[in-house]
């Protein structure tokens, strides 16, 4: 585990800003979040350089790219020895589909979110990450007919 990052006020403001649109310049954030425009980058680099910001990026509308599918994947292995543990991870780390991988327990071993055009496209994706994968025991897929939250934010 990672060594907790101490925030104060302004860093709240910052990353609360930048959660909910991360497009602003430099000048808009530090109006935002009543700073000088130095002082909102320097912080802005600070949070950055300690792992609080780890990347900023553009949310995709899966409709609009005909990637409609959204399917919650749980995944029993065989073998949970940790280095087999690490191997389904990395698989799963290497397939575009898979949007997030948790280990989790108790229950399965694993929690994938997956975003796909379709079942077809599924199907595929089982194939190569669980079916042609020896150590994968279990799968047991849940495919979302309706997202009615869907956020990146952390609460401040």
């Known amino acids: ?4 990052y101490p925030i104060d006020d302004l860093d709240r403001r910052i990353l609360n800003a930048l959660q909910t649109d991360a497009s602003h310049t430099n000048a808009e954030l530090a109006e935002l979040v009543h700073v000088s425009p130095p002082t ?11 792992g609080v910001i780890e990347r900023q990026v553009a949310i995709v509308a899966p409709e609009k790219i005909d990637a409609r599918l959204t399917a919650i994947v ?5 073998v949970q020895a940790a280095e087999r543990m690490a191997e389904f991870e990395t698989l799963a780390a290497g397939e575009g589909a898979v949007l997030q ?10 929690v994938l979110v997956v975003q796909v055009a379709d079942m077809p496209a599924y ?12 150590n ?5 897929a849940y495919f979302s007919t309706h997202r009615s939250k869907f956020d990146t934010r952390i609460a401040l």
């Not at 585990?1 to 907790?4: A, G, H, K, V």
């Not at 749980?74 to 065989?78: M, R």
């Not at 991988?101 to 694993?110: E, K, N, S, T």
């Open 123 to 134: 199907h595929e994706l089982a194939h190569r990450l669980f079916t042609a994968h020896a």
């Open 136 to 140: 994968v025991r279990n799968v047991k």
């Open 1 to 4: 585990m990672s060594e907790r």
């Open 74 to 78: 749980e995944i029993t292995l065989d």
């Open 101 to 110: 991988c948790y280990r989790v327990a108790p229950g399965p071993d694993f």
């Open 40 to 50: 909102c980058l320097r912080r802005v680099k600070q949070l950055t350089d300690g």
